[in-house]
């Protein structure tokens, strides 16, 4: 590859609107450039990168056993209505109809499709296990897309798909994609973590995991425990919670307080002259429409995916000011647990234990002090529904917990037979028996893996490509493309590395080298070969992208070297 021949719009200073680091590179060193929000395109370089990853998965997935097909992006609504996904899944659904008003929705996964495809074609056992995987765009309208291609409308994705007659052969195909997600990460040069995790909008029956690049910019929190036998993102985490020993103290009766103005646990800490332990915070939701209240302690924050896998639901939003106003008969701030009427009661475990608490009274401007749990207030379910917290103890016994931030690159799940028993992907037994088919479903977003290994491989002037992924392996640069001995040098090892079959590019652009040396550091190849003034000697200076040192030697040196 001839630098002059190719697409590789740099630039000194990225987009005022670029926040990540990633994101800022990637349009730096020319690899990708927006064409509306959330949706890119993938300019020549960037499109290297993206191919050498989709190989690494190919390679892998091929190792488990998997096939690859590819499926449609227009999908049917009718399938969605089927797995009861169509309204779950909301706005992010992209949906559209035909010229014939028939409905269709752009595929943000493939779950129905392939269960669709296998309930026509797989009838006998004879043909079960099978997993089943492509490579393909995605679309999902993201409220708010951001830090480029980490969280996109439109992107590249691995899904796959098994199909098996037992649970025993969905755990076998888990734990083969499990080591075909380890070994893939690895190969791209990412620190990850595989995480506990919740299966949110694609359910299932069994366990799931996450496979997290580690990354301060990642949208998620993993929680790991001090010696990390115990990880799992925050949605997830549990942590160790022993009940404290009752005290037989007698509880005064519960009794108003007049607390103008305050409303939130700092200003009630403040005006109370207390810990924020003891107070008690009422949050209202809707979960599937109906009114829901949640109590944690004043100290903790709700986790609502615990509240909505505690009632079964689907879809959970706060309650808006007119709902809380209707249901506490007061303004936002000063909902309590005694007295609420209209709502179902969730009191976290903690809450359930305290002796008394000081909680909202359901009047404006108003709050109740000696709130006791079971004699002031009922709960119609108690159990664990906040966030853990750093320093909680983890549920294993391994240590307390601590806080990291996450790339969510992959996502493992054992769906069971949430969609093969609505979409009919049965088969016949060994005894001629219909029985229902045990799915598994396996994701990788590939567009994803490019802004989170540069999330975790670049330095001050540019991005430092891990070698497996690296769009070329070595980057030749004549300090001075109008001095011929230097050209002849350069373009004699541009073309010896061609034949050896080693990716080269050759920066034969007429600039100054300074500007040739910052472009090279901004793309990030693993080599550096400088064709300088002691070119006529056959001698060059050979530099790795992640090292500062450099060294001089003779062209064949440098040549061996990195074919080595």
């Known amino acids: 590859?001839?630098?002059?021949?190719?697409?590789?719009?740099?630039?000194?200073?990225?987009?005022?609107?670029?926040?990540?680091?990633?994101?800022?590179?990637?349009?730096?060193?020319?690899?990708?450039?927006?064409?509306?929000?959330?949706?890119?395109?993938?300019?020549?370089?960037?499109?290297?990168?993206?191919?050498?990853?989709?190989?690494?998965?190919?390679?892998?997935?091929?190792?488990?056993?998997?096939?690859?097909?590819?499926?449609?992006?227009?999908?049917?609504?009718?399938?969605?209505?089927?797995?009861?996904?169509?309204d779950v899944y909301g706005p992010e659904l992209i949906r559209l109809k035909d010229r014939h008003d028939?409905?269709?929705?752009?595929?943000?996964?493939?779950?129905?499709?392939?269960?669709?495809?296998?309930?026509?074609?797989?009838?006998?056992?004879?043909?079960?296990?099978?997993?089943?995987?492509?490579?393909?765009?995605?679309?999902?309208?993201?409220?708010?897309?951001?830090?480029?291609?980490?969280?996109?409308?439109?992107?590249?994705?691995?899904?796959a798909y098994s199909f098996g007659r037992s649970w025993e052969e969905l755990d076998e195909t888990y734990r083969a994609m499990y080591e075909a997600y380890t070994r893939i990460f690895t190969r791209v040069g990412l620190n990850f973590r595989a995480v506990q995790a919740d299966a949110g909008a694609i359910g299932g029956e069994g366990e799931t995991h996450?496979?997290?690049?580690?990354?301060?910019?990642?949208?998620?929190?993993?929680?790991?425990?001090?010696?990390?036998?115990?990880?799992?993102?925050?949605?997830?985490?549990?942590?160790?919670?022993?009940?404290?020993?009752?005290?037989?103290?007698?509880?005064?009766?519960?009794?108003?307080?007049?607390?103008?103005?305050a409303h939130t646990i700092e200003q009630l800490c403040e005006f109370f002259g207390c810990e924020a332990s003891v107070f008690v915070k009422t949050i209202l939701y809707r979960v599937d429409g109906q009114a829901v209240a949640?109590?944690?302690?004043?100290?903790?924050?709700?986790?609502?995916?615990?509240?909505?896998?505690?009632?079964?639901?689907?879809?959970?939003?706060?309650?808006?000011?007119?709902?809380?106003?209707?249901?506490?008969?007061?303004?936002?701030?000063?909902?309590?647990?005694?007295?609420?009427?209209?709502?179902?009661?969730?009191?976290?475990?903690?809450?359930?234990?305290?002796?008394?608490?000081?909680?909202?009274?359901?009047?404006?401007?108003?709050?109740?002090?000696?709130?006791?749990?079971?004699?002031?207030?009922?709960?119609?379910?108690?159990?664990?529904?906040?966030?853990?917290?750093?320093?909680?103890?983890?549920?294993?016994?391994?240590?307390?917990?601590?806080?990291?931030?996450?790339?969510e690159v992959g996502h493992v799940f054992k769906l069971g037979t949430k969609y093969s028993e609505k979409l009919g992907a049965d088969y016949l037994d060994e005894e001629g028996r219909r029985r229902t088919a045990i799915m598994g479903c396996y994701g990788i977003g590939i567009s994803r893996i490019l802004s989170a290994v540069v999330e975790q491989h670049y330095d001050e002037n540019g991005i430092v490509w891990p070698e497996e992924i690296a769009p070329a392996a070595v980057h030749i640069i004549p300090a001075s493309a109008k001095d011929e001995a230097q050209m002849k040098l350069a373009v004699e090892l541009y073309e010896r590395f061609r034949a050896a079959g080693i990716e080269a590019l050759l920066d034969d652009r007429d600039e100054r080298a300074g500007v040739k040396f910052k472009d090279a550091d901004l793309l990030g190849l693993p080599y550096r070969i400088v064709v300088g003034r002691e070119a006529g000697e056959g001698r060059v200076e050979f530099k790795s992208r992640s090292a500062s040192d450099k060294e001089t030697m003779t062209a064949d040196q440098a040549f061996e070297r990195i074919v080595k």
Do not use: C
């Open 294 to 407: 949640v109590a944690v302690r004043g100290d903790r924050e709700v986790n609502e995916t615990k509240v909505l896998n505690a009632l079964g639901g689907e879809i959970i939003e706060l309650a808006d000011g007119a709902d809380v106003e209707r249901l506490t008969g007061a303004a936002v701030g000063f909902a309590g647990p005694a007295g609420l009427n209209g709502a179902k009661l969730l009191i976290d475990r903690e809450v359930q234990a305290m002796e008394s608490a000081i909680a909202g009274a359901n009047e404006t401007d108003f709050h109740v002090e000696n709130a006791k749990p079971g004699r002031d207030f009922e709960a119609d379910l108690v159990g664990d529904y906040r966030n853990a917290a750093e320093g909680d103890l983890s549920p294993d016994g391994s240590g307390a917990l601590k806080f990291y931030r996450g790339i």
């Open 102 to 159: 028939r409905e269709f929705a752009l595929g943000p996964t493939h779950e129905e499709v392939i269960t669709s495809l296998v309930a026509g074609e797989v009838n006998s056992y004879r043909q079960l296990p099978m997993t089943l995987y492509q490579i393909q765009t995605k679309y999902r309208d993201e409220r708010r897309p951001r830090f480029g291609l980490l969280r996109g409308r439109e992107f590249l994705m691995k899904d």
């Open 210 to 261: 996450e496979f997290m690049a580690l990354a301060d910019i990642g949208e998620d929190t993993i929680v790991v425990s001090e010696n990390g036998t115990y990880a799992a993102n925050l949605e997830k985490a549990e942590m160790f919670w022993e009940r404290p020993a009752v005290s037989n103290a007698e509880i005064p009766a519960m009794t108003r307080v007049h607390t103008p103005g």
């Open 1 to 86: 590859m001839k630098q002059s021949q190719l697409l590789i719009p740099t630039l000194r200073e990225a987009p005022a609107d670029a926040e990540a680091v990633s994101h800022k590179l990637m349009l730096r060193a020319g690899l990708i450039r927006q064409l509306a929000s959330g949706v890119y395109t993938y300019l020549p370089f960037g499109f290297r990168v993206l191919k050498k990853v989709q190989e690494i998965v190919r390679e892998e997935m091929d190792r488990a056993g998997a096939q690859e097909l590819l499926m449609p992006a227009m999908q049917p609504a009718e399938l969605w209505r089927e797995s009861g996904r169509y």
